[in-house]
Each structure stands twice: as C-alpha cells, then as structure tokens.
C-alpha cells in the first residue's frame, strides 16, 4: 500500500493531541518549520491535511477531529513499511512518542519493547513523574506548566488512579510539585477526570516543579 507519510504524521498529530477522537484545535494541527525549505514543507502538509479532509479522514467543524476512516487511514499508515518520521523535523520525538502510545492502545504490544514494569512505591512514583514532567515538559514546550492529564496518561497504568491521586498530592506536601489551575484549555470532561482534586484546594489540572 502506497501512503503519504505527511498525511499519516498529521493524522497520527490529531489522535495524540484530540486523545484518539476527541476534537483538536485547528491552530495545532500543522506543524511549524525552519529552514530555506519551510514554505515548501508548509506547502506539503497544507496540501495533505486538505487531501484528508476531502476523503473524510478528518471531519471538520470549529475544531478537527478524526473520523472512522481517519483511525483506519492512522492504523495502516503506522503498519505499513513505507511510513517513515523521516523530514518530520523537530516534531518527530513527539511524533514517536505519540506512535508508540498508539500500539500500546491499539495492539498491546511494540516490536522490541516490553511492557513497563508496575509502580509499586511512592519512591517509585516519584522518580517516574518528575522524569515525565521534564520530558513532557520539553517535548511540548510547556514552559514549565505541564497538564497533569497528560502525566497520568504518559504513566498509564503501571499504578491505580488512586495511588497516582495521592502520590501526586504528596509530591506537592513535600515539595517537589506545585499544582495550579481547576481547569484546563478546553474544558474537555476526560481531561478533567484525569487531573487530580486536593484536600484543601480541589481540582488542580496542572504541574509546576517546584526550583529549590
């Protein structure tokens, strides 16, 4: 099967960013570019993201989101040998992160990766947010102001909603984190649910390192 790697990039964009059907605003979607050849790879990626919305891969309102045919386009994209994050430029490491997510959703399994052992200690817990934080952190340039949602989802399951709840709430009392904000850009239900609520303060949706 013959793909385009530009459309499968930004299909594979709008799953991670829209968390697999959820709507994306349209600003987000076409990456940025540098470089004497920016205008030419603009020019590449506005052409691939309006071939998907004339096929009905995307669905188009106020927002994008992906269709049916989208998610299946994204599934054999990513399956096919000849897609490559080759030419994606400062995205790919986000890409590939997102790529990875993607099997682990969809298939359970990743060639040459095994499962992540299970957090089973506070101590645990701690080294892994904070090594997620800063690698969010610098991945989607959060200047520091990191969504909680987007940690919890990041650890998965490795523990329970309720030990990540607490642990992060500890990581606060001691220190470590500050957690801001009881809302989070979109409203979105599911990104809510995934921040946690405190004792005192209630919900809290974002994440500060604390500089000692």
Known sequence: ????????????????????????????????????DKDIKKAEYKNALQSLIDGGAIAVSKKYALTDVGLQRLAEGLRSPDFSFQAASVVSSRLADAALRWFQKNSGEVAGVES??????????????????????RDYNYDNFVPIYKIRRSIGDRLTRTEFNDWLVKMQADSLLLLQENAVEDNA????????????????????????
């Not at 459309?7 to 799953?15: A, D, K, Q, V, Y």
């Not at 991670?16 to 349209?26: I, P, S, T």
């Not at 239900?189 to 000692?212: F, H, M």
């Open 1 to 36: 099967m013959s793909i385009n790697n530009a459309e499968i990039r930004l299909l594979l964009g709008i799953w991670d960013l829209g968390n697999g059907q959820g709507e994306v605003n349209k600003g987000a979607v076409l990456p940025s570019f540098s470089g004497k």
């Open 116 to 137: 992540a052992p299970k957090i089973s200690s506070y101590d645990e817990f701690k080294a892994v947010a904070l090594e997620t934080y800063d690698q969010l952190n």
């Open 189 to 212: 239900r599911d990104k809510l649910e995934d921040s946690v609520s405190t004792p005192i303060n209630g919900l809290r949706c974002y994440a500060t390192k604390k500089v000692k």
